[in-house]
């Protein structure tokens, strides 16, 4: 992941944020992202300057921790709830990186985190079996 790229992803991001802040209550708003999508937009949720209402992380992955270590710190908003689930199966962003960052945020003190691992389901989103 290039730093250059997650920075003006990252500002993106924030604006995107802040223009729906403008429409409804920050408190309404639910970060969702799946994949490297997750490892960019932990940066608005944690240190963006907006206390989001919640966050969805799929397949879920953590990109400069260090950074992100020093962001949290910094910015220290971590009441926010925050589901991450990841299937074992995934073949693209195994399951460890997504149990790295449970950890990482749990480290951070973040409060109501909600992790759920499934047997499988792979990398993307699948439709109901039944």
């Not at 802040?21 to 920050?26: E, T």
């Not at 937009?41 to 992380?57: D, E, H, K």
């Not at 908003?77 to 693209?92: E, G, I, M, T």
Request: hydrophobic share 35%; charged share 25%.
């Amino acid at each position: 992941m290039q730093t250059e790229g997650m920075k003006e992803s990252v500002s993106c991001m924030n604006d995107v944020i802040k223009n729906e802040a403008s429409i409804v209550p920050h408190d309404r708003i639910i970060l969702d992202s799946i994949s490297q999508d997750c490892a960019t937009s932990l940066y608005p949720l944690m240190a963006g300057g907006i206390r989001l209402g919640g966050y969805i992380g799929l397949c879920s992955l953590v990109a400069f921790e260090e950074n992100l270590r020093k962001l949290t710190a910094e910015n220290y908003a971590l009441y926010r709830l925050v589901f991450l689930s990841h299937p074992k199966d995934d073949d693209v962003v195994p399951v460890k990186n997504g149990l790295q960052l449970k950890e990482n945020l749990s480290e951070f003190g973040m409060i109501g985190l909600t992790w759920k691992e499934y047997d499988d389901g792979g990398h993307w989103e699948r439709a109901s079996r039944h």
